[in-house]
C-alpha cells in the first residue's frame, strides 16, 4: 500500500491522468485465441479508454509486482514475458526477501533491465521528475 500510495501522490501532485490499481484489479491482455488474464499487485493505467466495468482491457503502462516467495519464477518468467510482449512501458519486480527490485522498461521495441536494492533512490521511467526512495517507504 505504501508503495500504491507514493504513486498515487505523485500523478496528483502532478495533476496527471495516470491512474494507480492495486491488487484486486484485473488486466486483460488477451490477444486472438489466446487469453491471458492477469490481476498486478499494482497497475498504473494512463489511458482511460483501457478501462471497463472488468478493470483493465489492454496493457498498463506501468505494472509492478511483489515477488510471491511460493512461485517466483511466475513473475520472473511467465509475467516478464507477457508484459513485454502486450507492451507494457515499465514493469518493476519488487522482493522483499533479498530487498531487491528489478526495473525492466521499454526502450525502442525492448526492455532494458536495471537491478536495485531498498537503499537504492529508483526512477520511475514513465516519468521525467520521479523517483522512489524505498528507505522512505514504511515496508
Given at each position: 500500500m505504501e508503495l500504491s500510495a507514493t504513486i498515487r501522490d505523485y500523478i496528483r501532485s502532478k495533476k496527471g491522468i495516470c491512474r494507480?490499481?492495486?491488487?484486486?484489479?484485473a488486466v486483460n491482455l488477451s490477444s486472438g485465441n489466446e487469453k491471458?488474464?492477469?490481476?498486478?499487485?499494482i497497475s498504473v493505467v494512463c489511458d482511460s479508454n483501457k478501462l471497463n466495468d472488468q478493470g483493465c482491457s489492454g496493457a498498463p503502462d506501468w505494472v509492478i509486482e511483489i515477488v510471491c516467495p511460493g512461485n517466483p519464477s511466475h513473475d520472473f518468467i511467465y509475467k516478464?514475458?507477457?508484459y513485454s510482449k502486450s507492451g507494457v512501458r515499465e514493469y518493476w519486480i519488487v522482493n522483499p526477501r533479498n530487498q531487491t527490485v528489478?526495473?525492466?522498461?521499454?526502450?525502442?521495441?525492448d526492455f532494458c533491465v536495471k537491478t536495485y536494492t531498498f537503499q537504492d533512490r529508483i526512477k520511475a521511467n514513465i516519468y521525467n521528475d520521479f523517483w522512489i526512495d524505498f528507505q522512505d517507504l514504511d515496508l
Open positions: 494507480v490499481y492495486p491488487a484486486p484489479f491471458n488474464i492477469v490481476e498486478p499487485d516478464l514475458n507477457l528489478l526495473v525492466y522498461y521499454l526502450e525502442q521495441k
